[in-house]
């Protein structure tokens, strides 16, 4: 079974920085997409950054020009370095990737594309 397991987050002040990171394991192919999304509380979810295979990446206006994604694809990992943070910042961070693995139904294996999401991950901005 293909997961996504985040680490980092916490409490940040103010114009501190924090950085997030996220581990996809299984019986993976590929993956194409990964990114993160945040929802705070009492807003949607909303798409913070995101980076193709190929290194292409995409920020929100929010967080553009202090966030920071990248990944390593060898090791199945992406990160959010997360600067010049802002109260606006707190929010449940969501790592997800869309990726191509094998997956077993029943007793025998299928490739599938799936969009995997983690758990999720508190940030809390306070000073």
């Known amino acids: 079974q293909v997961q996504m397991l985040e680490s980092g987050g916490g409490l940040g002040q103010p114009g501190g920085s924090l950085t997030l990171s996220c581990a996809a394991s299984?019986?993976?192919?590929?993956?194409?997409?990964m990114g993160w999304y945040r929802q705070a509380p009492g807003k949607e979810r909303e798409l913070v950054a995101d980076?193709?295979?190929?290194?292409?990446?995409y920020y929100s206006e929010s967080v553009k020009g202090r966030f920071t994604i990248s990944r390593d694809n060898a090791k199945k990992t992406v990160t959010l370095e997360m600067n010049s943070l802002k109260l606006d910042d707190t929010a449940v961070y969501y790592c997800?990737?869309?990726?191509?693995?094998?997956?077993?139904?029943?007793?025998?294996?299928?490739?599938?594309?799936?969009?995997?999401w983690g758990q999720g991950i508190l940030v809390t901005v306070s000073s």
């Open positions: 299984g019986s993976i192919i590929r993956i194409n997409g």
């Open positions: 997800y990737a869309a990726l191509l693995a094998n997956q077993r139904e029943d007793a025998s294996w299928y490739v599938r594309n799936l969009d995997v």
């Open positions: 980076i193709a295979y190929g290194g292409d990446t």
